[in-house]
């Protein structure tokens, strides 16, 4: 724990005196990996990461980054984090160039280092070819993509990362995850990241945790997370007419088969690396596996578990508000 | 920790960086630009010429009968006819008195010239009002939180929005100075043209005050209809309780107070007494006093507000 690159102990934030966004959450992000806080909207993620990127003072508890503690080394902190907020902060009337060098001219990077890094920066995230371009012109992709070459302009050491896919489709997600992981191979940097996709960070993240109502309820990698539910659902028949159910059990992290009119329920562990077992326990014994198929639960079954609720039930309704309030704030602008 | 990473921007970089990107935004948008060359240029010319009080005492405007009879019992000795005043040999009379009238009230002998010089402050006004609204942007776009998680100095925040309203207003009032003596601005006898760089420090000592006064207001600001709003409560009575259309000295005691406090008066008083008034050394020193003290005081209320209030 005390290596950990992100500790927060007891970490609290009090909104107008009783409204609790962040109730003494407690984590360690190990260096090098992705660390994610899933949850749905309101959940307490973006109040977190503005604690931790010093931006918002905690009511109570405390937390370091790198050994700085975020209340009172900011200034320290603030220098070895790169920062990709939720919403498009890149100035509209800019063009894509100007947007880096002001993120790097905020750190005080010299004029020729910054020159540097931005030409880098655009190339990585291929925007090398839109640069001169205003802002206004850019698709919610290439947006995403310029907020993250900003973030990394002070070659930071820890990245956060507030809903990086907020509000894109499909393929632009895929593809802002490629570049996510790109970056992070390139620089070896320890990512923090919020998110609300199960996808995301199903695909993304090392670790999970997940926050509801301001509290960690569970933290693990998504495999162990998924395993925690009581693992996989092999569902298989055999040709002969003989019950086997037993001799199922008997395997190593099979947990619970069930009989289903000649057609095996089983419950297990490492379902991928189970499933062979079962067949080629039942092979030697004679019979003779004619249909075998295999289910994973997925990161909303454990949320189900966890939280009692279904995720997507949340995220559909508020997602669709929240798209509607960034049109606004954007025709406004 | 390695400190390969660490540059500690400095105060000035920081806040040059944020103020270059406000200037940028002003000067890519060219509606807004033409703009702010248009709005003065329509004050000047609607407001300065139509309001012609110059004008009121001339000869035409004071037209008496040319016989004035008057009755009553207050010439003594009383006579019950009455007396016959010679009413054109009167307004003659009047008509010369109109300049020097102008004169003892505006300190100047056209209302062009004196109304020119309020509309530097009516400017410098309208732009700090809106240096509050910028700061409501910049947080209601995220581009506040970004700046806010960089090693920034949170005063260079501030100072930034400070400047580019600084400059924004000596853009706007060069612009008027020079529309003004095109449409007829008098120079004093005594002006001097190095008088012109005082006059743009004292424009920059009110821009500094009242752009921190009203970002302060802003700071904590989400909403820009609440920021709206304060601007138009205030605008227009701190406009008209100051010297800028009229002179204090013919307000009632309630406004002349407001006006003796109002730092507008200070502002337009300095200029005036370097371009168009005679020019009073001691009068014009006690204006920059005046002035210093209140960019002093209130760029250091804002800057330490901005410590206390930035991070929540």
Redesign the interface.
Known sequence: MSDDVIIAEGLTKVFNKHLMAVDHVNFGVKHGEIFGFLGPNGAGKTTTI?ML?????PTEGKASV???DIAKQ???V????G?V?????A?E??TGW?NVI??A??????RNVANERASELLKLVELSDFKDK?VQTYSGGMRRRLELA?GLV????VLFLDEPTLGLDVQTRTATWEYIRKLKKEFGMTLFMTTHYLEEADALCDRIAIIDHGKIIVVGTPQDLKHSLGGDIITLSIKENADVSELISSIENVKEVKNEDGSYRIKAEYGEVTAPFVIETLRRKGYTVTKLSMTEPTLNEVYLEYTGKSMRDIEESREAFRAQRMTM?RAR? | ?SK???????MF??T???T??EL??WL??PIILLMAILQPVIWMGLFGKAMNIGNMFSVGNINLPPVIPIQGNFIIPPQSSGVNINGTALSQMFASFGPTLMKNIFGVSDYFSYMSVGMISFIVLFTTMFSGMSIV?DR????L????????SRAAIIFSKVLNASFRAMFQATIILALAVVFGLQVSSTFNPVYVLAVYAAIFLLCLGLSSVFLALALRSTKWETQMAIVNLINLPLMFASNTFFPISQMPDWIQAIAQVNPISYLTDAIRRLTVMEFDVSAVMFDFAFLSIFAAVFSIIGIMLSWRYL??
């Open positions: 503005n990127i010093t931006i918002l003072k790198l050994g700085f900011s200034n320290e603030r220098n070895v984090i920062v907020p939720q919403e498009y902060t100035d009337d800019l100007e002001l993120c001219d905020l750190y005080g990077i010299p205003k900003c002070n070659r930071p050491k704030m602008a | 920790m390969m990473n660490q540059h500690n921007p400095s970089h920081g040059w960086a944020l270059k990107r940028k935004k890519k948008e942007w209601r776009l995220g581009f939180n970004k700046v806010l998680s960089t090693p920034v991070t929540k």
